[in-house]
C-alpha cells in the first residue's frame, strides 16, 4: 500500500492534470448538444467533481464485475483441477496423505498462475455476450474496453529497470487516451438524451418575479455548476442560463413515491392481476 501511495503522490501533478482534461472532455461534449460553450459557465472545482464522480462510479462498476469474474474463475479453476489434474496424480501415485498435500499446493499454484488469464478471457465473453443482447454497443465498449486494458497490463509479464518504466508510461498514455474518448462519448450520449427525454427532476424558483417550474412539459432540468443552472425548453428547443445569484426560492423537489403512494400503488396492481385471472375464469 505504501509503494501504491509513494507512486501516487509522486504523480500527483500529472493525475490532477488528467481528471482536469476528462471532466472538461465531458463537460464540454455534453453541453454541445446545446449549444452551450460551456468553458464560460464552469471553473476547475467543477471539472474535478464531475471527473471524481465518474471515476467513483466505473470503480464501483469495476470492481463488481472482478468480483463475479474472481468467483466464476474460481469455480472454472477448481473444477478443472478437481476433474482433470488431480484425478491424474491420484490414478499415478495413489491417494496418500502425501500427495494430497502435494496437490494443494499444485491447486494453490494452478489457481496463481491461470486466474488471471481466466478472469480475462471472462471478460471477454462477458463483453461480446453484452454487444449481442444490448442495443448501447458503443457505450458497452466504451464501458469495458478501459478495464480490458488494465486487466492486459496485470497479465504482461514485468521486466525490470527502464524498459518497465517505458512499458508503464506507455499502458498509461494508451488508457489515458482511451479514457478521454470515452468520457467525450459518455458526455455526448449523456447530452443526447437529457436533450431527447425528460429527466423527471423537478425543480422550481424565480428570477425577476418570473417563476419557472420543471413541472411543465415545455422545461426540462439538464444540469448545473456551482455558479450556474441550466433548463431546456423542449417546444422552443432553446437552452435557458440562470446565474444562482440572481435566482430565488430554488425547490427541488423528491419525486420518489411515499409510503401511502406505494401502498396505493400496490393495491392497484393486484386488482388488475385478480382482474386478468378472472377474465381468463370466465373465459
Known amino acids: 500500500m505504501n509503494k501504491y501511495l ?4 509522486s504523480n500527483l501533478t500529472v493525475i490532477t492534470l488528467i481528471f482536469y482534461v476528462l471532466g472538461y472532455t465531458y463537460l464540454n461534449m455534453y453541453y454541445l448538444q446545446f449549444d452551450i460553450s460551456i468553458v464560460n459557465y464552469i471553473n476547475l472545482q467543477d471539472i474535478l467533481f464531475t471527473t471524481i464522480n465518474s471515476i467513483v462510479a466505473l470503480v464501483i462498476t469495476y470492481l463488481i ?3 463475479g469474474l474472481y468467483a466464476i474463475g474460481i469455480l472454472i479453476l477448481n473444477t478443472i483441477f478437481h476433474l482433470f489434474i488431480e484425478r491424474k496424480y491420484f490414478k499415478k501415485l495413489g491417494n496418500k496423505s502425501r500427495v494430497q498435500k502435494y496437490l494443494i499446493y499444485k491447486n494453490e499454484k494452478y489457481y496463481s498462475d491461470n486466474i488471471e488469464v481466466t478472469t480475462l478471457s471472462l471478460l471477454i465473453l462477458f463483453t461480446f455476450l453484452s454487444l449481442y ?3 448501447e454497443k458503443i457505450f458497452i465498449l466504451s464501458l469495458f474496453f478501459p478495464f480490458f486494458i488494465i486487466k492486459l497490463f496485470k497479465i504482461i509479464p514485468k521486466e525490470k529497470g527502464e524498459i518497465q518504466i517505458q512499458l508503464n508510461q506507455f ?7 482511451i479514457f478521454i474518448l470515452c468520457f467525450a462519448y459518455w458526455g455526448y450520449n449523456d447530452g443526447t438524451k437529457a436533450k431527447n427525454n425528460k429527466n423527471g427532476q423537478q425543480i422550481e424558483f424565480k428570477e425577476q418575479n418570473i417563476a419557472y417550474n420543471t413541472k411543465s412539459d415545455s422545461l426540462n432540468f439538464i444540469g448545473e455548476t456551482n455558479e450556474y443552472l441550466f433548463l431546456f425548453n423542449n417546444i422552443k428547443r432553446e437552452t435557458l442560463i440562470f446565474s444562482k445569484s440572481g435566482i430565488s426560492n430554488l425547490k427541488i423537489k423528491d419525486l420518489s413515491p411515499t409510503n401511502e403512494e ?3 400503488l400496490e393495491i392497484e396492481v393486484q386488482r388488475k392481476i385478480n382482474d386478468f385471472f378472472e377474465k381468463i375464469k370466465q373465459k
Do not use: P
Open 6 to 9: 509513494e507512486i501516487f503522490k
Open 65 to 67: 464485475v472482478e468480483f
Open 133 to 135: 443482447f444490448y442495443n
Open 171 to 177: 499502458f498509461l498514455g494508451l488508457l489515458t487516451f
Open 262 to 264: 406505494k401502498k396505493v
